[in-house]
């Protein structure tokens, strides 16, 4: 048997609900991404969908019903699918509903979340084989380097032209990097990936939800090194800066007398010492030797005990993702939307 029969035109929203909640924003000073926040997001992110001729478009139903609530009196063109799944409260759920978009043949999916909502994402679609999949990501989450501020009703309408195959010109993707973990924790394999950051963080736990303590973290290897971001990427940023469009990593190494301010969470800084910096070309081994834990997009998840080492290594093979002021300068450049007047 073949795979699932491409629908044209389908667009599908994949909303984490808790995203934007967690306990780091009580430590710090970011604002609270409420339930009805998104819902409102899903409708423009339609809205924009429909109006650029998406045919159908998928969601998830989840416990807070954000995004079929959303769609529920919404008058458009485009069908509205609400696909079910077991729900487990964590980012399973985000993997089982990547898993019912593929499933039902859609490629373009925007996605509601934070940095470890979108690694839940992208690690589904790799587990799952796909490369073909145009993610557009939206932030609603509390550290957010890999999703984008951006206006939903634009998402949607870039996500539209994509999904009909319209968005044809190649300048405006590309595949994102990813940080891929291999090797053994405890008693156990580790085959892992994350899209920003690996961090050794010594006297620390797995689980842990506050923010990173600087004086725990031993090392970091960044798939983006960003002076306008705050979380773990401007660690390095603020010293050498390494941008999504680099094909290398940046490994930062804690240590030393000479301390700087860097917002770790949002409004709130933590002074750092750098003791160097080194560029890491992709497919490069790094050692992340215990003990440990190593946190992945700021999530605490493999404790790794004496002598035992995790390989991370940086391959550009993720998701293509879409530059969205880039995909509408082109379309208005083809005319798609209003074709130029004559003189």
């Not at 690996?198 to 090194?225: C, K, Q, Y």
């Amino acid at each position: 048997m073949g795979g699932p029969l491409l629908v044209k035109g389908a667009v599908a929203i994949c909303v984490n609900p808790m995203s934007g909640r967690d306990v780091r924003r009580l430590a710090a000073h970011a604002s609270n991404m409420t339930h009805e926040a998104k819902r409102d997001m899903v409708t423009r992110v339609a809205a924009g969908a429909d109006a650029a001729g998406a045919t159908d478009i998928f969601v998830t139903r989840e416990p807070f019903r954000i995004a079929s609530m959303a769609l529920e009196h919404m008058e458009m063109n485009a069908r509205v699918h609400v696909l079910e799944h077991p729900i487990h409260n964590d980012a399973r759920d985000t993997e089982a509903a990547v898993l019912a978009f593929l499933a039902c043949g859609c490629e373009t999916i925007v996605s509601l979340g934070g940095d470890g909502t979108h690694r839940a994402l992208v690690r589904a679609l790799l587990q799952a084989g796909d490369k073909e999949t145009h993610l557009l990501p939206l932030s609603t989450g509390t550290n957010n380097v890999f999703s984008r501020l951006a206006e939903p009703t634009i998402v949607g309408m870039v996500a539209g032209y994509q999904a009909s195959r319209r968005l044809t010109d190649a300048a405006v993707k590309q595949r994102v990097k990813v940080l891929h973990v291999t090797g053994g924790a405890g008693s156990r394999p580790v085959d892992d990936i994350g899209l920003i950051d690996a961090v050794l963080l010594r006297r620390d736990h797995v689980g842990n939800l506050l923010p990173f303590d600087a004086d725990r973290i031993d090392r970091l290897l960044l798939t983006r090194a960003e002076p306008g971001a705050i979380g773990m990427s401007p660690i390095g940023g603020l010293v050498k800066v390494v941008d999504e469009n680099a094909d290398v990593g940046l490994l930062v190494e804690l240590g030393g007398d000479h301390k700087f301010l860097v917002p770790i969470s949002p409004g709130l800084f933590q002074r750092v010492a750098v003791k160097r910096t080194t560029e890491i070309p992709f497919d490069d081994p790094v050692e992340f030797c215990g003990p440990g834990v190593l946190a992945l997009d700021g999530d605490r998840d493999h404790n790794l005990g004496r002598n035992e080492t995790l390989i991370v290594r940086i391959r550009r093979d993720g998701p293509w993702v879409i530059d969205i002021n880039q995909a509408m300068r082109w379309i208005v450049a083809q005319g798609m939307i209003a074709s130029p007047p004559t003189r």
